[in-house]
């Protein structure tokens, strides 16, 4: 599974809590991306990275931020969670052939 | 930006027969179509993909389709067995930027 952990795997917290979720890989991939997986709605890109504290937005980046200040970790924060925010989050790397590869997911409850 | 779309949303098919799903994709710059298939509570995995030089790919009961003029791509499953219930997504990148962007995914149900 191309080497891909996230921590932590499942976390319920409360409305206005600050969480950060951690991606860590251990193959020295560039590029490193976060989504979110709701029912109905597939797997949208929150935000991405091609590069040490190179970063950019996905399609659902509002309420969220992100940081890359080394190559194998990837951290996504809700500066101040929502409900609307409860969700699987997926991190994923992509390859040199343009291949990705999935973490096996975080499940945040924000109650 | 990318914009992908798949369907159907949810498919059922008799055992044995052939399913197909579609997806259609937005930035005439993509030229990677990935399709992945997620099981229950597990993570998204990479059954097989296609480039824009490639008008066709197969592998063993699975098979992909690419039609750049018209911008649509199909997966095309064989021989439908139990195991191949489950939720698949098809993918498009190597556009304008580094983003993949995501169809919203078809449900199969293979029935007995």
């Known amino acids: 599974d191309a080497g891909i952990t996230q921590s932590p795997r499942h976390k319920v917290t409360e409305t206005g809590t600050p969480v950060t979720l951690r991606c860590h890989q251990t193959?020295?991939?560039?590029?490193m991306y976060w989504y979110r997986q709701d029912p109905g709605h597939g797997l949208r890109l929150i935000h991405y990275s091609y590069g040490v504290k190179d970063t950019d937005k996905g399609e659902v980046s509002d309420g969220y931020s992100v940081s890359r200040s080394k190559t194998e970790d990837f951290l996504l924060t809700l500066e101040s969670a929502t409900s609307s925010q409860t969700s699987v989050y997926f991190c994923?790397?992509?390859?040199?052939?343009?291949?990705?590869?999935f973490g096996p997911g975080t499940r945040l409850t924000v109650l | 930006g990318e914009n992908v779309e798949q369907h159907p949303s949810t498919l059922s098919v008799q055992e044995g027969d052939s399913a197909v799903i579609k997806c259609t994709y937005s930035?005439?710059?993509?030229?990677?179509f990935p399709w992945y298939k997620q099981e229950l509570g597990k993570r998204p995995q990479l059954i097989i993909d296609?480039?824009?030089?490639?008008g066709e790919k197969k592998d063993q009961r699975i098979a992909v389709t690419l039609n750049k003029t018209a911008k649509h791509f199909s997966l095309h499953i064989t021989e439908t067995q139990p195991e191949d219930s489950a939720v698949y997504f098809c993918?498009?990148?190597?556009?304008?930027?580094?983003?993949?962007?995501f169809g919203k995914g078809t449900r199969l149900h293979i029935l007995p």
């Open positions: 993918a498009a990148s190597g556009g304008r930027d580094d983003k993949i962007i």
């Open positions: 193959e020295n991939h560039r590029y």
């Open positions: 994923a790397i992509k390859d040199s052939t343009d291949t990705q590869y």
């Open positions: 930035d005439s710059a993509s030229n990677y």
């Open positions: 296609i480039r824009s030089n490639v």
